[in-house]
């Protein structure tokens, strides 16, 4: 089955550069699917940051646009977020997701999602 | 402050029909189709509803959506235990050019 995996560090320091990456197992990155990341604050709602297609068009978060670069890998079937200038704000869960185009229109895949905070 | 406007919280006994609003614009549920998605704590959001009144396969058909105008509904009827989660709706809105959240809202079955 499809399967959506996030890494990378769970500390990062005010004014470094945040960096995730999502693997995806079962599913060819390929097909026509745009691949996102969504983030919630602790004890907090979602927030969409942005998603890629495999041709690497993208679309970000107008308020967030600044500082987000996304990348996608297909020789290794995953792709990445990089949230520059990070503050104790950026401090979340970030989530992975497929947002299906063929069937629902919407984020029908999860990754389990990995707690970034920014400290020093 | 989230584009689109939950109730924090809502809640039910067992059995009962209860019903979560979500209020936007015309910039987004008017124009746009609808998603609800149910989050249990600790875990990744679960697509619920999709394109307003949809089920994915294996949602029970107790849950159901509905959207009118700028505003769009998640019912949840023969309320149980185990519905005890937290629900977000969600949409595109042309004005942002982005996906919009609700703030969500805590379902509780007393």
């Known amino acids: 089955q499809v399967q959506l995996q996030e890494s990378g560090p769970g500390l990062v320091k005010p004014s470094d550069t945040l960096s995730l990456t999502c693997a995806v197992s079962?599913?060819?990155?390929?097909?026509?699917?745009?691949w996102g990341w969504i983030r919630q604050p602790p004890g907090k709602g979602l927030e969409w940051i942005g998603y890629i297609y495999y041709t690497a068009s993208t679309y970000y978060s107008p308020s967030l646009k600044s500082r987000v670069t996304m990348s996608v890998d297909t020789s290794k079937n995953q792709f990445s977020l990089k949230l520059s200038s990070v503050t104790a704000v950026d401090t979340a869960v970030y989530y992975c997701?497929?947002?299906?185009?063929?069937?629902?229109?919407?984020?029908?895949?999860w990754g389990q999602g990995t707690m970034v905070t920014v400290s020093s | 402050q989230s584009v689109l406007t939950q109730p924090p919280s809502a809640s039910g006994t067992p059995g009962q029909r209860v019903t979560i609003s979500c209020s936007g614009s015309?910039?987004?549920?008017?124009?746009?189709?609808v998603n609800w998605y149910l989050q249990f704590p600790g875990t990744a959001p679960k697509l619920l509803i999709y394109?307003?009144?949809q089920r994915p396969s294996g949602v029970p058909d107790r849950f159901s959506g509905s959207k009118s105008g700028a505003s769009a509904s998640l019912a949840i009827s023969g309320l149980l235990s185990e519905d005890e989660a937290d629900y977000y709706c969600a949409t595109w809105d042309d004005s942002l050019t982005g996906w919009v959240f609700g703030g969500g809202t805590k379902l509780t079955v007393l």
């Open positions: 394109s307003n009144s």
């Open positions: 079962g599913y060819s990155i390929n097909n026509n699917n745009w």
């Open positions: 997701a497929r947002k299906d185009e063929q069937d629902y229109n919407a984020f029908d895949i």
């Open positions: 015309y910039y987004n549920i008017e124009t746009n189709p």
